[in-house]
């Protein structure tokens, strides 16, 4: 079973940038994709960021340029840094990994708010 905790959430101002970590308690080497979803209040889940083991990425069109998404080998985590945040940026994010066998997983979630 994988754990994953997210941190890094919180209140910022638009044009503010915020860096989210996903630290895993297993070997990020065992994973072949890691993402990163959000969900805003009364709406679906939407996939934001993800990146596979060959460090191919993948961007929502609305963050591509803003957002980065990255992993750290040696802290076992997978990391997305928000640059110029916007308050539609507003939602709860959420780590998302699979394993090779196919089997996913998901953080508790951590908020941020964009809002001046």
């Known amino acids: 079973q994988v754990q994953l905790v997210e941190s890094g959430g919180g209140l910022v101002q638009p044009g503010g940038s915020l860096r989210l970590s996903c630290a895993a308690s297993?070997?990020?080497?065992?994973?072949?994709?890691m993402s990163w979803y959000r969900q805003a209040p009364g709406k679906q889940r939407e996939l934001v960021a993800r990146i596979f083991s060959d460090s191919t990425t993948y961007y929502l069109s609305s963050v591509k340029g803003r957002f980065t998404i990255s992993r750290d080998n040696g802290k076992n985590t997978i990391d997305l840094q928000m640059n110029s945040l916007k308050p539609e940026d507003t939602a709860v994010y959420y780590c998302?990994?699979?394993?090779?066998?196919?089997?996913?997983?998901w953080g508790q979630g951590t908020q941020v708010t964009v809002s001046s």
């Open positions: 297993g070997s990020i080497f065992s994973f072949n994709l």
């Open positions: 998302n990994v699979r394993n090779y066998g196919g089997d996913t997983y």
